[in-house]
Structures are given as structure tokens and as C-alpha cells.
């Protein structure tokens, strides 16, 4: 594979930089994708399948780990980002702790909610958005759950987040 074949999976790349742009510069991906790409040319195998699906799966891991990087750890006390507006705008819409609004959910929420927030699975709210609503769907729908009642906790926990 020569390197000078960039511009035939650019589109590729930049696919995958827009998949995670929301918690990244979509520049800084692409530019990482690029590098990625660089790399794969230098160790791709062809007897181990399309380059295409090696580069893919080497853009997604590249990626995921660069964005852990720059985060911090995730929070788990989540009190303090719902404070009040300030001493002189208190917000008159709710005086309700997040974690007091957590406990009103519906049982079929709060499991969603310690599904997340459970300690040894931390690192899993860690992933982009869309990958992690996909776990929390096929650990539920293994449950046994069905594919309504999976939505309706969704729902229910988009709506109280809204709420803040």
C-alpha cells in the first residue's frame, strides 16, 4: 500500500473524524486520521483481509483513544454542575438536587442510569455517544427487555437532563 493513496480514503477519514467531532476538533481528527493512515500503509498486511476494514477499525481505535486523552475522569458527583445560577439568579424553575431528580425516575431508568454510572463500568460512559447508546441497548435488550421499554427509559432520562 503506498501512502501517496491518501487522497482515495480521504473521505473515509473524514467520515470517521465527523463521527467523533462532537467531542474533539474535527481538524485535529482528521489530521490524526492521517497519520493513522500512514501508519496502516507501513503495516497492513494483504493476506489479513481489505485495507479498507484494517484502516477503519485502526481510524475508530486512534481516535477514541486520543479523545480519552484529553478528557478528564469521569464525574461521578454531578451536584455541583447543577448548582444555581448564582447568588443573584437563582433559578426559580427547580431547587432539585440532580441526584434527588435521579431518584424520582422510573425504575426501569434508574436501572439504565447504575447501568452507566455502576464504578467498574465507568470507563464505559467514556465512549462517544452513539457507541454507548448502543451498549446500553443490547446489555438491556439481553435482559430481556423490549425495544419500547428501552426507549421509554431513554426518553425519560433525556427528559430530566433537559430539565437542567
Not at 13 to 20: G, N, S, T, V
Not at 113 to 118: I, N, R, T, Y
Request: aromatic share 10%; proline share 5%.
Amino acid at each position: 500500500m503506498t501512502r501517496d493513496r491518501l487522497e482515495d480514503y480521504s473521505r473515509l477519514i473524514w467520515a470517521i473524524a465527523h463521527d467523533y467531532g462532537n467531542q474533539a476538533d474535527v481538524g485535529d481528527l482528521f489530521a490524526l486520521g492521517c497519520q493513522t493512515f500512514e501508519r496502516c500503509c507501513d503495516y497492513f498486511d494483504e493476506s489479513c483481509g481489505r485495507f479498507e476494514t484494517y484502516l477503519g477499525r485502526a481510524l475508530n481505535n486512534d481516535m477514541i483513544r486520543s479523545i480519552r486523552k484529553r478528557k478528564p475522569t469521569v464525574v461521578t458527583d454531578f451536584d455541583h454542575l447543577f448548582q444555581s445560577r448564582g447568588d443573584h439568579h437563582p433559578s426559580p424553575v427547580r431547587s432539585v438536587s440532580f441526584r434527588d431528580a435521579l431518584d424520582q425516575l422510573s425504575a426501569d431508568a434508574q436501572e439504565v442510569v447504575d447501568l452507566v454510572l455502576d464504578p467498574p463500568r465507568l470507563r464505559i460512559a467514556q465512549l462517544p455517544p452513539k457507541k454507548l447508546r448502543g451498549w446500553i441497548r443490547r446489555c438491556l435488550r439481553a435482559r430481556g427487555w423490549s425495544q419500547p421499554r428501552v426507549y421509554r427509559a431513554y426518553h425519560e432520562i433525556q427528559d430530566l437532563l433537559r430539565s437542567f
